[in-house]
């Protein structure tokens, strides 16, 4: 497991050197004086020159990535062009609100997605099933704006349950969390019944029903918990979407996360924060991604040793 | 006698082509069936929705500033009176595309690079590979965002950004369909001859990635007009004067109180547009999967 895992690690090395340097690159590749854009559209020549020497973008460009990255280092991301403010501190305070979204949205989204694959793979080919997957289709199929919209024209304008938006208490994280879970649930839900309908062909099963287990026992003792093992890890993946679902979500909810920074950013073209967001998103990312690729390797030893060796 | 009836019969059988087998057993999925004529009839409309519209796009009726359905108007007015469901039929042409052709991009570019990849291995397949494992470190939507951020807002730039995020995910599996068909004996076969590289890609491994192609690019389309639409809606596609579904969408939010349809109809046609797409990508792969199939 070790030497699988320090792999995995030591080959996330290039990709973090690619995405820093994109990253870096962003300010770079907008058609224009990169100086200018920062400074921003109302900026005077002097302030112009002042932001060139301050960001040291009158020195080569393998000198700047070098800078940039014993600054990335040293947690200075630059200062927002709209507030004066570190970078930095602004992806902190952002950072809780949209982890906190996306934990409540992949928590319902596992229970109904796990509740409904099991139901229809138990009913194959009935109605629950008919139903189930119609259901799963259509919540990879709804855009999410135009659910949340919907939800708060019905649940918080018509029924006042709920408020249109902001964060809070428990009540206002349900309708944010459904909107955002809505896909990844319908995901889980079609790949939790694929997954137990291969256990369910399994001959432990049929052992478990020839000695007499009741269906209920043998479901959930023996075929739901070694269907769950690839749905754990595919859920794991599921995650980093959630991270950039919340771009939209929080946007139409007002959340205060990273995703509505990100919008608001590009709106007023706010070059340090959408630079360093895109290099936070990416870091989340991939980070996700090994550890859904390390825990598949403890769950599923074929995986490690084939790779390990 | 009998045994020449089942001759009869047996090469009656092998006469059966793949296209008519595939046809055969698509037939049977009758829920993507239904979504595949929904389809064809949106492709009607989206060709001939601005002769059969009942009004045009940018008509204003100051009359009728955000008033419900009724005969007059099927689905209601926006803030500008315009006629919500003469827009959508506009916009039909939009966003089918938008979707359309960001996926064409991404598939020319993807399959072009997965087969390369796949047929001649060593480093070339390492570098493209390593570039696509690149693309996909970056969810989906943050790279489109990016891209357009480096762009500009517009509806050009959305296909741009659709079709690049989409290049990585078809250059991934036709590069494995590619691998696949390239150990099989008549490729090798073709080889020994003395084939041109060309010829056996031509030839052989393109045809054979075809059935997988289809079904992607069926299921990609679906996503792609979601994201597309998402962009729009978020300020970074269309102009919002443009009759495109997310930006219709966009225009209805601080509407939501009094005016809930300027919202709901232009959501209804993306939800029930990308449904289809999923439900024939669905469809077509059960149909084309000779595990499944057979």
């Known amino acids: 497991m070790l030497k699988y895992s320090v792999k995995r690690i030591l080959g996330m090395i290039p990709l973090l050197f690619v995405i820093s340097l994109i990253a870096f690159m962003f300010v770079h590749l907008i058609p224009g004086d990169p100086a200018r854009l920062i400074a921003g559209t109302d900026a005077t020549i002097e302030e112009i020159e002042n932001i060139r020497e301050k960001y040291g973008l009158n020195q080569p460009l393998y000198q700047q990535y070098f800078d940039y990255m014993a600054n990335l280092f040293q947690g200075d991301l630059g200062q927002s062009i709209v507030t004066g403010r570190p970078v930095l501190d602004m992806l902190v305070e952002r950072f809780g609100p949209t982890l906190s979204l996306t934990l409540a949205s992949m928590a319902w989204a596992l229970i109904f997605g796990l509740l409904i694959g099991v139901i229809s793979a138990v009913k194959r080919n009935k109605w629950p099933d008919h139903l189930s997957m119609f259901l799963a289709v259509s919540g990879v199929s709804i855009p999410s704006f135009w659910l949340g919209l919907m939800m708060i024209q019905l649940f918080s304008v018509q029924l006042g349950w709920f408020p249109t938006g902001g964060i809070g208490g428990f009540e206002t994280y349900i309708l944010p969390s459904f909107t955002l879970g809505a896909g990844v649930a319908a995901i889980i839900a079609r790949f939790t019944r694929s997954s137990l309908m291969d256990v369910l062909k399994e001959d432990y099963i049929r052992t478990g029903r020839s000695k007499g287990l009741t269906e209920f026992k043998v479901i959930n003792r023996h075929a739901v918990r070694n269907a769950l093992i690839p749905v754990v890890t595919m859920s794991g993946l599921q995650f980093g979407f959630l991270l950039s679902g919340s771009i939209i979500t929080e946007t139409i909810f007002s959340w205060p996360g990273l995703g509505r920074l990100l919008i608001n950013s590009i709106t007023a073209r706010d070059y340090p924060v959408i630079q360093s967001e895109i290099l936070l998103f990416s870091l989340e990312f991939l980070l996700i991604n090994l550890l859904v690729d390390l825990l598949y390797g403890f769950l599923n030893p074929k995986i490690r040793y084939e790779e390990g060796s | ?294």
Request: no cysteine; aromatic share 12%.
């Open chain 2, 1 to 294: 006698m009998a045994e020449a009836a089942t001759q009869k019969e047996e090469q009656q059988e092998k006469k059966v082509t793949p296209t008519q087998q595939f046809w055969k057993s698509f037939k049977k999925q009758k829920v993507s069936f239904a979504a595949g004529i929904f389809l064809l009839l949106l492709f009607v409309v989206a060709i001939i929705g601005p002769w059969i519209a009942p009004y045009g796009p940018q008509e204003y009726d100051y009359d009728n500033l955000l008033s419900g359905p009724s005969w007059q108007h099927l689905a209601g007015t926006d803030d500008f009176g315009r006629d919500i469901f003469s827009r959508i039929l506009h916009g039909a042409w939009i966003s089918l595309s938008v979707g359309l052709s960001s996926v064409f991009i991404g598939a020319l570019l993807g399959t072009i690079l997965g087969i390369i990849s796949g047929y001649f291995g060593k480093w070339v397949d390492s570098a493209i590979m390593r570039v696509m494992d690149v693309l996909l470190a970056f969810p989906g939507m943050l790279l489109a965002i990016g891209i357009i951020a480096i762009l500009g807002p517009g509806l050009f730039n959305v296909v741009m950004a659709v079709a690049i995020f989409s290049v990585p995910v078809f250059a991934r599996i036709i590069r494995s369909s590619t691998l696949a068909i390239k150990s099989t004996l008549y490729v090798e076969a073709t080889q020994s001859i003395g084939s041109s590289h060309f010829r056996v890609i031509m030839k052989h491994i393109f045809p054979g990635t075809v059935s997988t192609l289809i079904v992607y690019f069926t299921m990609r389309i679906g996503s792609a007009i979601l994201i597309a639409a998402g962009l729009s809606f978020l300020g970074l596609g269309a102009d919002p004067s443009t009759p495109e579904w997310g930006a219709m969408l966009s225009n209805g939010r601080d509407y939501l109180n009094n005016a809930p349809h300027v919202t709901f109809f232009p959501g209804l046609a993306i939800f029930l547009t990308v449904l289809a797409f999923n439900l024939l990508g669905d469809g077509l792969r059960d149909a084309l999967d000779p595990k499944i199939r057979d």
